[in-house]
Nanobody
Framework: QLVESGGDLVQPGGSLRLSCAVS????????IGWFRQAPGNEREFVAA????????YYTDSAKGRVTISRDNAKNTMYLQMNSLKPEDTAVYYC?????????????????WGQGTQVTVSS
């Protein structure tokens, strides 16, 4: 099970930390990714982390503003987002992919959380 939380309404320039609590499967063999989907758009990749080695991956647009991390003891992954812009408004999902490599394609992830809404607006 993947359960996202932390979404909120935030002003432009603000920050948010999203959480993805994971249970029910051995994380050591998976990569966990964050995607987002705005109304009318396809789901797009934001960042991912290989749970075993902690290797991280980011889209070019996320680099410098977004940090993905994990807490092994809590089986929880985090997405810290800074300098938020209105175009960051979307539902944010975490998802799992078996193996140690990431993918930017949603169809390569086999299990998804329910999503958490992030709205950036003044």
């Amino acid at each position: 099970q993947l359960v996202e939380s932390g979404g909120d309404l935030v002003q432009p320039g603000g920050s948010l930390r999203l959480s993805c609590a994971v249970s029910g499967f051995p994380l050591d063999y998976y990569t966990i990714g964050w995607f987002r989907q705005a109304p009318g758009n396809e789901r797009e990749f934001v960042a991912a982390i290989s749970w075993s080695g902690g290797t991280t991956y980011y889209t070019d647009s996320a680099k410098g503003r977004v940090t993905i991390s994990r807490d092994n003891a809590k089986n929880t992954m985090y997405l810290q987002m800074n300098s938020l812009k209105p175009e960051d408004t979307a539902v944010y999902y975490c998802a799992r992919r078996k193996g140690y490599s990431h993918s930017i394609y949603a169809y390569d992830y086999d299990y998804w959380g329910q999503g958490t809404q992030v709205t950036v607006s003044s």
